[in-house]
């Protein structure tokens, strides 16, 4: 005797498949789209799993011997991956700390200025280190900063100081790398919030202004207001961003003189995988900073989610 | 912007004139780096090396470019750049658009499948050491095509493109579904053209990212003639590498030499910073009206 269910689940099926028919030319367009994301993206993660073995070149992946946990005490316990993800956590700390709010300071002075002409002009400028790579940026830098040459170290001996080699400098190094970062992102970075400013309905203004309100009283009640949720949005990608340190500034601007307070997971995870080809090791600790940030970007959005109606999804 | 009534108020002139002084200060400092730069590469050997502000130099002189364009190096930086920006943009714009116009149709069997299939890639992937086995396994070593194909579709992108795409009218493709059109034909005959503006966006958004790309290069290319420019300017100006210094320094009357290293290094980061501050004008707008289409989704 049939069972009932069987009808349906068949009948679903040729539904289903009908349905497939019916948009087969969409399926074909995006079929290369999957084909994309599945080699390029998910069979590296299959290869997550030599994280857990003990990479024998000659074996490749599947051959190698499974070493469970192995590569992780010998990061845990070693000097150089606890030193990393110290550098990146307090790195990270300071560009959160000076890196975010700056776009948003940014975005409200420009919003005050009455010379449209002269506020274009900023913002022009300011977006322009955006658009140069690391490389090119460090190129100049070097030069800005130079010990001998450099107009930064120009100025401190104007003031009676003494040069500085910010590039050699353990003291200086994190400042020189969250100062130049601001240096680089403030500007682009405002492009958001003066979006979201420019959508503020001028009559509030209006109203505020016969309510005699001055203009900080303007910023704080509705300028502000208005920006909370993209601040909130901008925070919780920011957060998320922890543990992603940005492997671009920093692979060009460190040297081994300030490994010891540079080093971030990053550059450690590219030096052990690709210069000492320990590809075991350097997996676990991409997976590590992977597993985190991921952490890291559920908790910031549940936790912004239950307080504010503005999370990320 | 904020409103007020009648007189200023002193505090309120003090801030005005605060924020303009600010401002022009904070201008200066986003493009002196770059003055100073291109002054120095302009520079002779004396003047570079001389303390000071350096907006303008001494005495100009073109020796740090004439010996910067004698490397064949850069020149083969620059062809791969050009390269894998126009082939690589090209490849990125038709496949993301490929990959966002069935996502955008409600009718798609399996769409919210397809589409978190696409979106959890954002948030998880396979780190370092995995990537690049892939490619090796691939083949792609020392190929430009692992300059382009890992980078092929940015998700990010591509549902930005997919949300424009469901901000169209569905009349429009209606009456061409009447006609017989099939939904590639659609898209490419009417769907495109009225989306001028989103493809041109995320145009500029690959073709700068492609032009700045270093890192890729690194990994996978190892015959110097492959590498990118940012990887041939890495080479000079960061590791200060001799088998990429093939630079004919020559000499001046006096017999010393005529460039100095930092006047080549300087050279080299103006090649490489000339193309983007001469199209960045005509561009930017775009750029800006991106972000605005970004951030409706957020």
Request: hydrophobic fraction near 50%.
């Given at each position: 005797m049939k069972q009932p269910g069987s009808v349906t689940i068949s009948k679903r099926f040729r539904n289903q498949w009908k349905s497939y028919y019916r948009h087969r030319y969409l399926l074909l367009m995006l079929l290369p789209c999957i084909l994309y994301?599945?080699?390029?993206?998910y069979l590296p993660m299959y290869g997550i799993v030599l994280a857990f073995k003990n990479y024998q070149f000659l074996d490749g992946i599947l051959g190698s011997p499974w070493n469970g946990l192995e590569n992780f005490k010998v990061l845990f316990s070693g000097h150089d991956f606890p030193r990393a993800l110290r550098n990146t956590l307090i790195i990270s700390f300071y560009k959160l700390l000076f890196n975010f709010p700056a776009p948003i300071v940014l975005a409200l002075l420009l919003n005050e200025l009455r010379v449209i002409f002269f506020k274009r002009f900023v913002q022009t400028l300011s977006y322009l280190p955006h658009f140069l790579s690391w490389v090119i940026l460090a190129g100049i830098f070097m030069e800005v900063f130079s010990p001998t040459r450099g107009v930064v170290n120009y100025i401190i001996n104007l003031f009676g100081g003494d040069s500085i080699f910010f590039f050699g400098d353990k003291e200086w190094f994190r400042t020189l790398l969250v100062s130049?970062?601001?240096?680089?992102?403030?500007?682009?970075?405002?492009?958001?919030?003066?979006?979201?400013?420019?959508?503020?309905?001028?009559?509030?203004?209006?109203?505020?202004?016969?309510?005699?309100?001055?203009?900080?009283?303007?910023?704080?009640?509705i300028t502000l207001p208005a920006l909370v949720p993209v601040i909130t949005i901008m925070f919780i990608f920011a957060v998320g961003g922890i543990i992603n340190d940005d492997f671009d500034q920093v692979f060009n601007f460190y040297n081994a003189n300030v490994y010891e307070v540079g080093d971030v997971l990053s550059t450690y995870t590219y030096r052990v995988g690709i210069s000492q080809m320990e590809y075991g090791l350097s997996t676990a600790a991409g997976l590590f900073t992977n597993m985190i940030a991921l952490v890291l970007i559920l908790v910031t959005n549940s936790i912004v989610k239950r307080f504010s109606d503005y999370g990320i999804w | 912007?904020?409103?007020?009534?009648?007189?200023?108020?002193?505090?309120?002139?003090?801030?005005?004139?605060?924020?303009?002084?600010?401002?022009t200060v904070f201008s200066i400092t986003a493009v002196y780096p770059f003055l100073n730069v291109l002054s120095i590469s302009f520079s002779t050997s004396?003047?570079?090396?001389?303390?000071?502000?350096?907006?303008?130099?001494?005495?100009?002189?073109?020796?740090?470019?004439?010996?910067?364009?004698?490397?064949?190096?850069?020149?083969?930086?620059?062809?791969?750049?050009?390269?894998?920006?126009?082939?690589?943009?090209?490849?990125?714009?038709?496949?993301?658009?490929?990959?966002?116009?069935?996502?955008?149709?409600?009718?798609?069997?399996?769409?919210?499948?397809?589409?978190?299939?696409?979106?959890?890639?954002?948030?998880?992937?396979?780190?370092?050491?995995?990537?690049?086995?892939?490619?090796?396994?691939?083949?792609?070593?020392?190929?430009?095509?692992?300059?382009?194909?890992?980078?092929?579709?940015?998700?990010?992108?591509?549902?930005?493109?997919?949300?424009?795409?469901?901000?169209?009218?569905?009349?429009?493709?209606?009456?061409?579904?009447?006609?017989?059109?099939?939904?590639?034909?659609?898209?490419?005959?009417?769907?495109?053209?009225?989306?001028?503006?989103?493809?041109?966006?995320?145009?500029?958004?690959?073709?700068?990212?492609?032009?700045?790309?270093?890192?890729?290069?690194?990994?996978?290319?190892?015959?110097?003639?492959?590498?990118?420019?940012?990887?041939?300017?890495?080479?000079?100006?960061?590791?200060?590498?001799?088998?990429?210094?093939?630079?004919?320094?020559?000499?001046?009357?006096?017999g010393q030499p005529a460039v100095t290293p930092d006047i080549i290094k300087s050279a080299t980061i103006m090649v490489a910073t000339i193309p983007i501050i001469l199209v960045y004008p005509f561009v930017q707008k775009y750029f800006v009206k991106g972000v605005m289409v970004g951030s409706l989704k957020g």
């Open positions: 994301f599945l080699i390029f993206k130049t970062e601001v240096w680089k992102s403030v500007g682009w970075g405002s492009i958001i919030y003066l979006a979201a400013l420019s959508s503020i309905d001028p009559t509030l203004y209006e109203a505020a202004v016969v309510d005699g309100a001055s203009r900080w009283k303007q910023m704080l009640h | 912007m904020s409103l007020t009534v009648g007189k200023k108020s002193p505090g309120e002139k003090i801030f005005d004139a605060a924020n303009i002084i600010f401002l004396q003047a570079a090396n001389a303390y000071g502000l350096k907006l303008w130099p001494q005495e100009i002189s073109f020796e740090g470019y004439r010996a910067v364009f004698a490397n064949k190096l850069i020149w083969t930086g620059y062809y791969n750049t050009i390269f894998r920006t126009v082939l690589g943009t090209l490849l990125n714009v038709l496949f993301s658009v490929m990959c966002a116009y069935p996502l955008s149709k409600k009718y798609l069997p399996h769409r919210n499948l397809f589409t978190a299939f696409i979106v959890f890639t954002m948030f998880f992937g396979g780190g370092l050491i995995p990537n690049y086995l892939l490619i090796k396994e691939l083949g792609l070593l020392d190929s430009r095509w692992a300059l382009i194909l890992p980078g092929l579709i940015a998700a990010f992108t591509m549902i930005i493109v997919r949300n424009y795409f469901m901000s169209l009218p569905e009349e429009l493709e209606e009456s061409a579904r009447i006609d017989g059109a099939n939904e590639i034909r659609i898209l490419f005959s009417i769907v495109l053209p009225i989306s001028v503006p989103i493809i041109a966006t995320i145009s500029l958004w690959y073709a700068v990212a492609h032009w700045n790309a270093w890192f890729d290069s690194l990994l996978y290319i190892s015959d110097p003639h492959k590498a990118v420019l940012g990887n041939v300017l890495r080479k000079i100006v960061i590791e200060g590498s001799s088998q990429f210094q093939q630079f004919d320094q020559g000499f001046n009357q006096n």
